[in-house]
């Protein structure tokens, strides 16, 4: 078995064993990269990678990543290593410090890779079309998109190109990739981690989270990323669980909700057939299941895309040419000239769409017509999800209405490309956890994701349902032929 094939927990097991060491593991990975990556495009900058370096061959094996890579999306800051955001107005920037996420990584013995992996710009997408690096594809089938934005760090976990792989989530950005690849990705409470060195696309939205090849793995990774953090001001101060120790745990009599607004017109019938499949699974293993509702479903992508682009419009302001990253030159331009050919030649096209879109949302006349009354919706959607959970422990719906489309199919039609996130967005406007394991397969070979949601602050209950349905299930034992 090779061993970029392997879990965290097996190879933490040979680490300490002295069966392996660091560098067996990365060797293991660089070889795979090389070999597959021409195909998928999962990272940026493969020309950098540096096998050789000296970080590589010191780690201590005692501590809980001793030893372990971990691949990291192009939008958080590491320090000394290009953070682009796959975006040519950030071309060369190299941050001066580690995101707080990475400082705890490291702190616990995992190595981080140079190389980052690839995202659409900025996050601004569902399908990893809109980078400057080129479109990341779907190891199941490289004519399909991998999803997005970071499709880059589901694609390299599922094509066995990284251990594990950290990813951001503002609507979907984690749990719709990981569906699409087959693998496990969660969007954590928002103030459960830091957003400290995330660099922004909507700072009430943002959320850093693990996407990884099974549910043990992503417990391990979220103990160790969680907690409070003095330099992120929406970081919460709570105690951070045992995620691993709740593994294993039956989860009979556990009250699991289905809504019904989650299975309507849209959603594709492959899907809805797999999905209800696994929700009989989890009835066998235990599981009270309830119809339920939650009424303001429908007005989601609307609020989404009027907040999400509002603070984005707001947060790109700051890219402009003058300290960091691309400028346009030329000696005869004054500043405001020079702003507008360096943001007109530094952003794609997506990131210029949302940047206008929210501009306007945030101009004199529209604040309280859209932006504002796009917050009063949000409560009533947060409110909905109160509601269930007075009388249920988590909710189950799929992570995506469909699998995988192919390459090119949505990039020239924004709003079918927006609804692909119609069922992640809800999570990240309630402010809730949601994780997307992996629950079958279409007739054509692409995985289907089942997304399971819970209260704030109870990401123990995911890791609870997602393990029981994991181990009763052979999904997360498959892997793509490249």
């Given at each position: 078995?090779?061993?970029?094939?392997?879990?965290?927990?097996v190879l933490r097991d040979k680490l300490k064993k002295k069966e392996?060491?660091?560098?067996?593991?990365?060797?293991?990975?660089?070889?795979?990269?090389?070999?597959?990556?021409?195909?998928?495009?999962?990272?940026?900058?493969?020309?950098?990678?540096?096998?050789?370096?000296?970080?590589?061959?010191?780690?201590?094996?005692?501590?809980?990543?001793?030893?372990?890579?971990?691949?990291?999306?192009?939008?958080?800051?590491?320090?000394?290593?290009?953070?682009?955001?796959?975006?040519?107005?950030?071309?060369?920037?190299?941050?001066?410090?580690?995101?707080?996420?990475?400082?705890?990584?490291?702190?616990?013995?995992?190595?981080?890779?140079?190389?980052?992996?690839?995202?659409?710009?900025?996050?601004?997408?569902?399908?990893?079309?809109?980078?400057?690096?080129?479109?990341?594809?779907?190891?199941?089938?490289?004519?399909?998109?991998?999803?997005?934005?970071?499709?880059?760090?589901?694609?390299?976990?599922?094509?066995?190109?990284?251990?594990?792989?950290?990813?951001?989530?503002?609507?979907?950005?984690?749990?719709q990739p990981a569906s699409f690849c087959g693998v496990v990705g969660?969007?954590?409470?928002?103030?459960?981690?830091?957003?400290?060195?995330?660099?922004?696309?909507?700072?009430?939205?943002?959320?850093?989270?693990?996407?990884?090849?099974?549910?043990?793995?992503?417990?391990?990774?979220?103990?160790?990323?969680?907690?409070?953090?003095?330099?992120?001001?929406?970081?919460?101060?709570?105690?951070?669980?045992?995620?691993?120790?709740?593994?294993?745990?039956?989860?009979?009599?556990?009250?699991?909700?289905?809504?019904?607004?989650?299975?309507?017109?849209?959603?594709?019938?492959?899907?809805?057939?797999?999905?209800?499949?696994?929700?009989?699974?989890?009835?066998?293993?235990?599981?009270?299941?309830?119809?339920?509702?939650?009424?303001?479903?429908?007005?989601?992508?609307?609020?989404?895309?009027?907040?999400?682009?509002?603070?984005?419009?707001?947060?790109?302001?700051?890219?402009?040419?003058?300290?960091?990253?691309?400028?346009?030159?030329?000696?005869?331009?004054?500043?405001?000239?020079?702003?507008?050919?360096?943001?007109?030649?530094?952003?794609?096209?997506?990131?210029?769409?949302?940047?206008?879109?929210?501009?306007?949302?945030?101009?004199?006349?529209?604040?309280?017509?859209?932006?504002?009354?796009?917050?009063?919706?949000?409560?009533?959607?947060?409110?909905?999800?109160?509601?269930?959970?007075?009388?249920?422990?988590?909710?189950?719906?799929?992570?995506?209405?469909?699998?995988?489309?192919?390459?090119?199919?949505?990039?020239?039609?924004?709003?079918?490309?927006?609804?692909?996130?119609?069922?992640?967005?809800?999570?990240?406007?309630?402010?809730?956890?949601?994780?997307?394991?992996?629950?079958?397969?279409?007739?054509?070979?692409?995985?289907?994701?089942?997304?399971?949601?819970?209260?704030?602050?109870?990401?123990?209950?995911?890791?609870?349902?997602?393990?029981?349905?994991?181990?009763?299930?052979?999904?997360?034992?498959?892997?793509?032929?490249?």
């Amino acid at each position: 078995m090779e061993l970029n094939t392997l879990t965290i927990e097996v190879l933490r097991d040979k680490l300490k064993k002295k069966e392996i060491t660091a560098p067996d593991i990365l060797n293991s990975l660089y070889k795979r990269i090389k070999e597959v990556d021409k195909k998928i495009n999962a990272y940026v900058r493969v020309k950098d990678l540096k096998p050789g370096n000296d970080q590589f061959f010191t780690f201590n094996p005692q501590l809980p990543l001793g030893g372990i890579p971990v691949s990291v999306k192009d939008n958080i800051c590491t320090e000394g290593y290009n953070t682009e955001c796959c975006s040519k107005i950030l071309a060369g920037f190299k941050p001066p410090y580690d995101a707080t996420v990475i400082k705890k990584l490291k702190e616990a013995g995992a190595i981080i890779l140079e190389i980052k992996t690839n995202m659409d710009e900025f996050a601004f997408g569902s399908s990893t079309e809109n980078s400057c690096f080129g479109t990341t594809a779907n190891p199941w089938n490289i004519n399909y998109v991998a999803g997005g934005s970071s499709g880059g760090s589901a694609a390299s976990v599922a094509a066995d190109e990284a251990i594990v792989a950290l990813g951001s989530d503002t609507g979907g950005s984690i749990r719709q990739p990981a569906s699409f690849c087959g693998v496990v990705g969660l969007k954590p409470t928002y103030g459960r981690v830091s957003r400290y060195g995330l660099i922004a696309f909507a700072s009430s939205l943002d959320q850093i989270g693990p996407i990884t090849k099974d549910v043990r793995d992503c417990a391990i990774i979220m103990k160790i990323i969680s907690g409070y953090d003095p330099y992120d001001s929406t970081s919460v101060n709570l105690e951070v669980p045992d995620y691993p120790k709740v593994l294993g745990m039956d989860i009979k009599g556990i009250k699991i909700a289905v809504p019904k607004e989650y299975f309507v017109e849209g959603i594709d019938p492959e899907v809805k057939k797999i999905i209800q499949e696994a929700i009989e699974q989890l009835r066998e293993l235990g599981a009270q299941i309830k119809e339920v509702c939650l009424p303001h479903t429908e007005y989601a992508v609307a609020v989404y895309y009027i907040i999400a682009t509002a603070e984005a419009s707001s947060n790109l302001a700051r890219f402009d040419g003058v300290q960091y990253g691309f400028r346009f030159s030329n000696s005869e331009l004054n500043l405001i000239q020079m702003y507008k050919k360096t943001r007109g030649a530094g952003f794609g096209q997506e990131a210029k769409r949302r940047i206008i879109l929210g501009t306007f949302a945030l101009s004199y006349g529209y604040y309280e017509a859209y932006y504002l009354r796009a917050l009063k919706v949000r409560t009533l959607i947060k409110k909905d999800f109160d509601e269930v959970f007075k009388d249920c422990d988590c909710i189950v719906t799929p992570t995506s209405p469909t699998p995988a489309f192919k390459i090119g199919e949505k990039i020239d039609d924004p709003l079918k490309m927006y609804l692909s996130d119609i069922y992640t967005i809800s999570a990240n406007l309630a402010g809730i956890p949601a994780i997307s394991i992996p629950c079958g397969f279409t007739k054509d070979g692409l995985p289907v994701g089942l997304q399971i949601l819970a209260k704030a602050f109870n990401e123990e209950i995911l890791f609870r349902v997602a393990y029981a349905y994991e181990q009763a299930t052979p999904w997360h034992k498959m892997k793509p032929r490249l």
